[in-house]
């Protein structure tokens, strides 16, 4: 939870810097904008059980988070940065166990959005290996079907997982590809690189 909070601190700090036609670059994430990632963040903040039913419900599931990136994404950029900023510690939906949503869609989308802006930074080390530790049987996401029969070897800081042909690179690219992103794929290498470039 301590990581979560730390993670959409330094979010927040850098989104107070973003000029207006930053706001409306592309993310990482496919069809949205930089407003479009922080409104999508944001957007299960304040959802109880019952609003997750509904949300689920008008969104037929598939669709739930483009139904909160709809609402949310009417708020202005200074309106976004200020509820991200009442909301640093996670609430609802997001402070599920114990932080960890949070912590890996904070630490992810943060990436989602400085990669296209060519405005990187290096996540702290401690931060960076506990979600690389919380990725590889991360159903949600994907994950182990994305790394089934791979090694992953990160190759500036002390983190490795799984058996087969290796996939090598810095540990934020690594996550970054676990969470399905192919703009990595030129960072990584390996004789697992092509599998996992197929799966992606």
Known sequence: MAMARAERAELAEFLQ???PQQWESASLCAGWSVKHVVAHMISYE??????????FARGRIRDANQVGVDEYSALTPQQLV??????LQPRGLTAGFGGMIALLDGTIHHQDIRRPLALPRRIPS???????GLMPRNPRLGVPWRIRGLRLCADDVDWAH???????????????AMAGRPAVLGELSGAGHAILAARL
Do not use: I, N, Q, Y
């Open 162 to 176: 799984g058996r087969g042909p290796e996939v090598v690179g810095t540990g934020e690219a690594l996550l970054m």
């Open 82 to 87: 200020a509820f991200l900023g009442d909301h």
């Open 46 to 55: 304040e959802l109880g059980a019952g609003g997750l039913v509904k949300r």
């Open 17 to 19: 810097t973003l000029s």
């Open 126 to 132: 401690d931060r960076l290996l506990r979600v690389l």
